[in-house]
């Protein structure tokens, strides 16, 4: 007699703001996800959502556990636990009201991440990953950090500063900081699936 595997069904969607630290003005998604997507996922949704590129290391912080992909040769990946194990609910449950999301750990890009809210399942409306609001333009990869991208906005601003052409070859024209598309996030985060 064989044995199906049946994957489980998300019972909770959890809706969760994240606030991009250390920048002003504030850079910030809200997005929904099922209980049942891996941490793993749960990085390539924010990042999707965000705007950054997947090019860089990252980790969480969950009620004093780290987690992500651990790694023999990196020396600062010995207390990590693998996210591909673990589930959205499982490190979130019901108690888990706030975490932290960190990228490129050279730059440095600190998240906050906010529960908003833990809402039923809903087939076919919430039950998959999804973008629902956000404000202003994710910084461009490789900027710097935040000090890094408060230069490089103030150098694309201001065509007199010195380094105005460096920064708008470097960037390929124009950046509008303001610029945020939910359809562009949405469409990243279908890619996903």
């Given at each position: 007699?064989?044995?199906?595997?049946?994957?489980?069904?998300?019972?909770?969607?959890y809706?969760?703001?994240?606030?991009?630290?250390?920048?002003?003005?504030?850079?910030?998604?809200?997005?929904?996800?099922?209980?049942?997507?891996?941490?793993a996922?749960?990085?390539?949704?924010?990042?999707?959502?965000?705007?950054?590129?997947?090019?860089?290391?990252?980790?969480?912080?969950?009620?004093?556990?780290?987690?992500?992909?651990p790694d023999d040769?990196?020396?600062?990946?010995?207390?990590?636990?693998?996210?591909?194990?673990?589930?959205?609910?499982?490190?979130?449950?019901?108690q888990?009201?706030?975490?932290?999301?960190?990228?490129?750990?050279?730059?440095?890009?600190d998240?906050?991440?906010?529960?908003?809210?833990?809402?039923?399942?809903?087939?076919g409306?919430?039950?998959?990953?999804?973008?629902?609001?956000?404000?202003?333009?994710?910084?461009?990869?490789?900027?710097?950090?935040?000090?890094g991208?408060?230069?490089?906005?103030?150098?694309?601003?201001?065509?007199?500063?010195?380094?105005?052409?460096?920064?708008?070859?470097?960037?390929g024209?124009?950046?509008?900081?303001?610029?945020?598309?939910?359809?562009?996030?949405?469409?990243?985060?279908?890619?996903?699936?």
């Amino acid at each position: 007699m064989s044995t199906k595997f049946k994957r489980a069904l998300p019972r909770i969607a959890y809706q969760l703001r994240i606030e991009l630290q250390h920048i002003e003005p504030l850079i910030w998604r809200r997005i929904l996800v099922p209980d049942t997507i891996k941490l793993a996922k749960l990085d390539r949704v924010v990042q999707a959502a965000m705007g950054w590129t997947n090019s860089h290391l990252h980790d969480w912080h969950i009620e004093q556990q780290r987690y992500g992909i651990p790694d023999d040769e990196w020396a600062g990946s010995g207390d990590m636990r693998d996210e591909r194990k673990f589930t959205v609910g499982a490190v979130l449950g019901e108690q888990v009201n706030e975490f932290m999301y960190s990228y490129d750990f050279g730059d440095g890009w600190d998240h906050r991440i906010t529960v908003e809210e833990r809402l039923p399942i809903q087939e076919g409306c919430n039950d998959w990953p999804m973008c629902l609001a956000g404000e202003n333009a994710c910084p461009p990869e490789d900027v710097g950090g935040p000090p890094g991208y408060m230069d490089f906005l103030r150098a694309m601003r201001d065509p007199r500063h010195e380094q105005h052409a460096e920064y708008w070859s470097w960037w390929g024209g124009p950046f509008d900081p303001t610029g945020f598309g939910i359809n562009a996030a949405n469409m990243a985060i279908r890619k996903l699936r």
